[in-house]
């Protein structure tokens, strides 16, 4: 009997610490922070450019950006504005910052390379870092030229 209950007894701690390692490994690997996102991700653009310069009216596109996990990024992108092309994937690459939060909220600056103006969003990142969701809070410095969000999924590696 007293075979048993030791044996039993072993196990539950083994159970126990095993579970704890599992947790933090777990816990670790989806830590909120710039390295979450790194990688590739793809980007539907939707909203409503609403004044300043060039066409104004719903905007549409797509991105590919690729974050470094230190805090930078490169992106390329087509945009539509009122259903004329602003901005197309032969463009330099826009370059920018971003910072992911400890609760998986963050923000990013977008720097265009073609004339658009710097673009500052907030995002959430989702699905322990497989999906990026943001919305535009300012463009060149300014709120309400933009109501526009966006929709990432990270590019998975090919098998």
């Known amino acids: 009997m007293n075979k048993k209950l030791s044996t039993a007894a072993a196990a539950i701690v083994l159970l126990t610490f095993g579970a704890f390692g599992s947790a933090q ?25 609403l004044v300043g310069p060039g066409p104004t009216g719903s905007q549409v596109g797509v991105a590919l950006a690729q974050f470094d996990g230190k805090g930078n990024f490169t992106q390329i992108d087509t945009v ?6 602003v901005a197309d994937f032969t463009h330099t690459p826009a370059t920018g910052t971003y910072t992911v939060n400890p609760d998986c909220t963050g923000t990013y600056t977008i720097n265009f390379t073609d004339g658009r103006p710097t673009v500052v969003t ?3 990142v989702v699905d322990g870092g497989f999906e990026i969701d943001d919305v535009v809070l300012t463009a060149g410095g300014n709120q309400g030229i933009l109501a526009t969000g966006a929709i990432g ?4 590696p090919r098998r």
């Open 122 to 124: 907030n995002f959430v």
């Open 25 to 49: 490994a777990q816990n670790n690997f989806f830590a909120c922070n710039d390295w979450l996102i790194a990688g590739s991700y793809g980007f539907v653009v939707h909203g409503t450019k």
């Open 80 to 85: 539509t504005i009122g259903g004329e092309v």
């Open 153 to 156: 999924k990270r590019l998975a």
